[in-house]
Nanobody, 119 residues
Framework: QVQLVESGGGLVQAGGSLRLSCAASGRTLSSYDMAWFRQAPGKEREFVARLSKTNGITYYADSVKGRFTISTNNAKNTVYLQMNSLKAEDTAVYSC????????????WGQGTQVTVSS
């Protein structure tokens, strides 16, 4: 079992950048397929980015492709989401998630961190 704790959220102006961190404890992150999701007020949770544990390939939602980057630091057992060129519509609570397999539902979730982009 792994515990996930996000940090790095905050208030930023449109066009700015933030880097979110997801620190894991309990087990090494390399054992899991990792992803970031977000949920804006009044909307359903949506997929943002994924890092495959099988081959290291990254996947992104079309809305963030070219602006966001998911990466890991295995020494720190942490997953990051670098967010550049932020837009007002990126405002949401961002959560990291982990799953044992490379498909299906995610088994573990962090508590989320708020990102607010002012226009």
């Amino acid at each position: 079992q792994v515990q996930l704790v996000e940090s790095g959220g905050g208030l930023v102006q449109a066009g700015g950048s933030l880097r979110l961190s997801c620190a894991a404890s309990g087990r090494t992150l390399s054992s899991y397929d990792m992803a970031w999701f977000r949920q804006a007020p009044g909307k359903e949770r949506e997929f943002v980015a994924r890092l495959s544990k099988t081959n290291g390939i990254t996947y992104y939602a079309d809305s963030v492709k070219g602006r966001f980057t998911i990466s890991t630091n295995n020494a720190k057992n942490t997953v990051y989401l670098q967010m550049n060129s932020l837009k007002a519509e990126d405002t949401a609570v961002y959560s990291c998630a982990a799953r044992y397999r490379s498909f299906g539902t995610y088994d573990f979730w962090g508590q989320g961190t708020q990102v607010t982009v002012s226009s």
